[in-house]
């Protein structure tokens, strides 16, 4: 009981900085602006885990760091300002330099927010295998059920035409193409004799 009292005085005797270190911590997070990195190619995660280690141990105010799946070569760090990130990326391994200027969050949302693939999967694209025993090669999309979440395609290295269909999680969109057309007798021109 002896040691209640000392244990009250310590904690009156805590200086009021923890509401003058909240107020500057909203006060960074207010000012906060995103910056690119830029990494070397296929090293983005082992770059961004060092600069986060680095902002750790030296507290810098590093508020965030995102590494999109879909861009090779880049990461984005949130941090009040470009010192900051400067500091922070300075003699990182994998890390070649910081992109001049800021990144607005529009500009980056298209790397955060993912739509499914069969969303952009459209007949007469050019699609490449990911999985399964065609891994690898590539194909036309022929038709596309959307509700089933399926793909029939047209290979485009066989040496013979052979539908196949593929679940849309094992195909990646490599070009856009656009449908085949293909005219019937009724829509042939009316110039020409119809046999």
Not at 72 to 97: C, L, M, N, Q
Request: hydrophobic letters at 35%.
């Amino acid at each position: 009981m002896a040691d209640e009292p000392n244990r009250r005085e310590h904690q009156q005797q805590q200086p009021p900085s923890s509401e003058s270190q909240q107020k500057a911590r909203n006060l960074v997070v207010a000012q906060a602006s995103i910056f690119a990195v830029r990494t070397t190619a296929g090293q983005e995660k082992n770059a961004a885990e060092l600069v986060a280690t680095k902002a750790q141990a030296g507290k810098l105010p590093v508020l965030s760091i995102v590494v999109p799946e879909n861009l090779r070569g880049y990461i984005f760090v949130e941090a009040p300002g470009p010192h900051v990130t400067d500091e922070a990326i300075t003699g990182i391994k994998h890390v070649r330099s910081r992109v001049p200027g800021k990144v607005s969050y529009q500009d980056i949302e298209k790397y955060l927010i993912t739509k499914p693939v069969i969303d952009e999967l459209e007949v007469g694209n050019i699609v490449e295998i990911t999985g399964g025993p065609f891994k690898g090669m590539r194909a036309r999309i022929t038709r596309v059920n959307k509700v089933k979440r399926e793909a029939t395609l047209e290979l485009l290295e066989a040496t013979f035409t052979l539908p196949i269909t593929v679940n849309a999680d094992y195909l990646k969109v490599v070009e856009k193409g656009e449908a085949p057309t293909t005219a019937t007798a009724s829509e042939a021109p009316s110039g020409e004799k119809r046999e």
